[in-house]
């Protein structure tokens, strides 16, 4: 009795519910194709990619070889009112006021006597400022910005993205907020043709700032707030809720606009956009990834025929404090952007190894074949 009653109180086994169902797509056994891979079917599929890599290449080789550049260095440029210094000495003395920003009439322009000789007047041209030694790509540097304030969504920046540069000393809060705001480029770049031997007389060539920012940066990331009327009547871009930069002579509000005082990004120099939106800020806020690089500066809307010309400079950013140097690059553009070698180098190196790859395993296949399913190739242990 004792055991009919223990063999009945055992508990029947559950169903097992989460067991898959027994098709093939269920348990893996669909057909697949299982390709054996064979020196007459691996090497031609190698010397193709070889051939079509090593197309792609030339292609991208050539149109960069099209574009026309010519480069000048401006860093120790000397200055139209003392031959004897530079404008980077007369920055470099802080006792001289140069980089006073309260002092807007101390200016050192310099000037850049060039001759062109690549045809520029065949295709269309842009201008670049190029620096050197420069990280934008510093962790700190990088993160010192407010998005929501360049967006026109808030006022103030926050405090724990743009230290060091939150708040002014009265304690208004910077607009823009961060370090890459207030270390925006300052100097001003015109170009002159020259019509005479000596450049006496001399033609301005015009150039434009309209264009030389991302589409999308222009239409979603930098926007002015809201306001029914001048942008510096918006209430948080009063001087008595907000300060400028210290690095900036003007505030944000009159960022591209032509004023009485010293603007370096008014249309008088090309400069597009007003505010958040003004396209010089926009390109210098995207940062660059290495501390060598180059950013646009203008297009230049008439052709540059061989000749001379002259760079009028108004020289405002110090860079041999760092150690740094700075340049003007004029430049044509292709297909592919501009004047870099590098990705239709990288395919012509990566098709020539492929090409030998095929040659080296070709010659090794004729001289020492090695056959499917040879049982010589196989390893027999003796059973113990």
């Known amino acids: 009795g004792l055991e009919h009653i223990t063999m009945s109180t055992k508990e029947e086994p559950k169903p097992k519910v989460n067991k898959p169902g027994n098709y093939p797509f269920r348990q893996q056994t669909l057909p697949a194709w299982k390709p054996i891979l064979t020196p007459r079917t691996v090497?031609?599929?190698?010397?193709?990619?070889?051939?079509?890599?090593?197309?792609?290449?030339?292609?991208?080789?050539?149109?960069a070889n099209g574009v026309v550049e010519q480069q000048w260095d401006y860093t120790n440029c000397k200055s139209t009112t003392n031959s004897s210094?530079?404008?980077?000495?007369?920055?470099?003395?802080?006792?001289?006021?140069?980089?006073?920003?309260?002092?807007?009439?101390?200016?050192?322009?310099c000037e850049i006597p060039v001759s062109l000789t690549s045809s520029f007047d065949t295709q269309s041209t842009s201008l670049f400022y190029a620096l050197t030694n420069f990280y934008q790509n510093h962790r700190r540097y990088v993160s010192s910005r407010w998005d929501p304030q360049l967006s026109g969504d808030v006022i103030a920046g926050d405090s724990s993205t743009c230290d060091p540069l939150y708040k002014a000393p009265n304690g208004l809060p910077y607009t823009p907020c961060g370090l890459i705001a207030n270390s925006l480029f300052n100097d001003t770049i015109q170009l002159f043709r020259c019509d005479d031997p000596t450049c006496t007389n001399r033609t301005r060539v015009p150039l434009s700032g309209s264009g030389i920012s991302w589409p999308s940066d222009r239409k979603v990331k930098f926007r002015n707030p809201t306001t029914p009327g001048?942008?510096?009547?918006?209430?948080?871009?009063?001087?008595?809720?907000?300060?400028?930069?210290?690095?900036?002579?003007?505030?944000?509000?009159?960022?591209?606009?032509?004023?009485?005082?010293?603007?370096?990004?008014?249309?008088?120099?090309?400069?597009?956009?007003?505010?958040?939106?003004?396209?010089?800020?926009?390109?210098?806020?995207?940062?660059?990834?290495?501390?060598?690089?180059?950013k646009l500066y203008r297009y230049v809307q008439a052709p540059l025929y061989d000749g001379k010309y002259v760079f009028a400079i108004d020289y405002n950013y110090p860079v041999t404090s760092f150690e740094g140097t700075k340049s003007i690059i004029l430049s044509t553009s292709s297909?592919?952007?501009?004047?870099?070698?590098?990705?239709g180098t990288c395919y012509i190196v990566v098709a020539c190894v492929s090409i030998a790859v095929v040659i080296f395993f070709a010659v090794l296949q004729h001289y020492k074949p090695r056959h499917i399913s040879d049982d010589k190739f196989l390893r027999w242990e003796r059973e113990h």
């Not at 190698?46 to 792609?56: P, R, S, T």
């Not at 009547?233 to 009159?254: F, K, Q």
């Open 230 to 294: 001048q942008l510096c009547s918006y209430p948080g871009w009063l001087n008595t809720s907000a300060a400028r930069p210290p690095s900036w002579p003007v505030d944000v509000c009159v960022l591209g606009f032509n004023v009485s005082t010293y603007n370096p990004w008014s249309p008088r120099f090309g400069s597009s956009g007003y505010g958040y939106e003004n396209e010089d800020f926009i390109v210098w806020m995207r940062t660059a990834a290495l501390p060598d690089f180059r």
């Open 85 to 109: 210094l530079t404008c980077a000495d007369l920055l470099a003395d802080r006792s001289l006021g140069y980089t006073n920003t309260s002092n807007l009439g101390q200016r050192c322009r």
């Open 335 to 343: 297909w592919i952007g501009g004047h870099n070698i590098f990705l």
């Open 43 to 63: 090497l031609p599929t190698f010397a193709v990619f070889g051939i079509i890599f090593l197309a792609i290449g030339i292609a991208l080789f050539v149109a």
